[in-house]
């Protein structure tokens, strides 16, 4: 998977560090597609989102900037998670809001914390940044 990151200096150095281990980690080194990680105030209320760009292009994920390079790791490797589940399909998202996680449809006043796509990035966030900050 290839990547492109729109950042100041400071977060761009850092997130290209970061990339080819969590590339590597979540099993994404032979996709074809793209991820374009910007960091900017454009993710509302959330630390993060990530888009899915369509089915020949890739993905965008937005984060939204902090002092805190620590943050800003943990933000990008929970985004990831997600650009690994709609790579390999076990995460559609619907125009609708209605998303689909391995085969079930979730309405959109499902309780986000309850959110099986969240409950796994959340539990590998951690792991993820530490693992690529030791590579």
């Not at 761009?12 to 080819?20: D, G, S, V």
């Not at 292009?57 to 790791?73: A, C, E, F, N």
């Not at 619907?94 to 079930?104: E, L, S």
Request: with cysteine; glycine share 6%.
């Amino acid at each position: 998977m290839e990547f492109k990151v729109e950042a100041s200096k400071r977060s761009k150095t850092f997130i290209e560090a970061l990339m080819p281990s969590i590339i590597q980690q979540l099993k994404l080194e032979r996709s074809t597609k793209v991820v374009v990680i910007r960091v900017a105030d454009e993710c509302g209320t959330n630390q993060g989102l990530t888009v899915d760009l369509g089915t020949n292009i890739g993905y965008m994920v937005v984060i939204k900037p902090t002092r805190s390079l620590k943050d800003l790791g943990v933000t990008l490797a929970h985004e990831m998670v997600h650009v690994k589940q709609l790579a390999k399909g076990t995460l559609k998202y619907r125009k609708t809001g209605n998303h689909v996680w391995a085969g079930k449809r979730y309405s959109k006043k499902t309780e986000y914390l309850s959110m099986p796509w969240e409950i796994e990035a959340f539990s590998k966030q951690e792991l993820i940044l530490r693992r690529a900050l030791e590579a």
